[in-house]
């Protein structure tokens, strides 16, 4: 095996606006497969969100002036959002997690060796290649962005958190076709079955999720804003309350600094505002490995290919 697959990986995790539609997402999956150096490495399904999140992982090769020339993400990664785009119409899909694309998010972690920069400079890379070849807007967040534009502000300039069904679902396209905000790459004019797409590269962020057993989304809503550092909670935490089946609701959590602020110290912060309101709170749950974990399953998964 060259040193390159165990010291230089990307982490890119690919969210997708589709978790009930197996059809779609076995044509997801097999194009994944169509290259055996990118490996899935964990999945993360929510029927109540219908929404899915893959983690890939694979690694970079550089030339002789150690820029990026190469690496088998770039293939998978196209071939999965072609898939997806053939398979899944965001017109006819509903779900309680908001979006604004088939292919809703796509985000580059640096693992092992790898760095920040590099992440950055591979997602402008598949940003270029997706907006050309499907076009569809692409807006660039964190790192990847020329400024460093944080990914919760461009989703809220463009009404990401506004739901716009049932007031606790977001289904189909809900905004002009000729955006409001001009895309980083790709064109303005938007497609309704295919939306745009986010994509960014930052540090590592741990999402970790918190079970309410209480269908009150406002009460859910209230505490979810004053755990998070934009309502004067917990520094470096975002957070997004949201409904979560037909008796719970949920407070989703991106810890952007985990070792700064982790899951413990949110969880605390939940159940003792949620006592304020009467309401009792499940043990909350991290939705992938943590990257330790992800070197590790990759390492295993690529040397049994």
Known sequence: MKSTKKSMLLCCKLFVSESRNQTALDSIERAARLDGETVIVNKFEDWAYNRIRYTLVSYIAHDRKENIIYSPLQRT????VEAAYEAINLELQCGAHPRL???????FHPLAQASLDEAASFA??????????????VFLYDA????GKPLDIIRRELGYY?????GNQWSGWHMPEVLPEKPDVGPTMVSRARGIVM????????????PIVSTDISATRRIARMVSARGGGLPTVQTLGLFHGEDSTEIACMLLEPNRIGAEQVQHQV?????????????GYFTDFSPDMIIEKYLKLISAI
Not at 77 to 80: G, P
Not at 101 to 107: C, E, H, Q, R, W
Not at 271 to 283: C, H, P, R, S
Request: glycine share 6%.
């Open 77 to 80: 990664l196209q071939s999965m």
């Open 101 to 107: 694309g088939v292919v809703d998010d796509i985000v």
């Open 124 to 137: 402008k890379m598949a940003a270029a290649d997706i907006a050309n070849k499907f076009q569809v807007p």
């Open 144 to 147: 990847a962005h020329p400024m």
């Open 162 to 166: 506004r739901p716009n069904f049932m």
């Open 199 to 210: 994509i960014g590269a930052r540090p590592w962020v741990s999402t970790y999720n918190i």
């Open 271 to 283: 159940e003792m505002l949620a006592a304020q309101e009467g309401l009792d709170v499940e043990e």
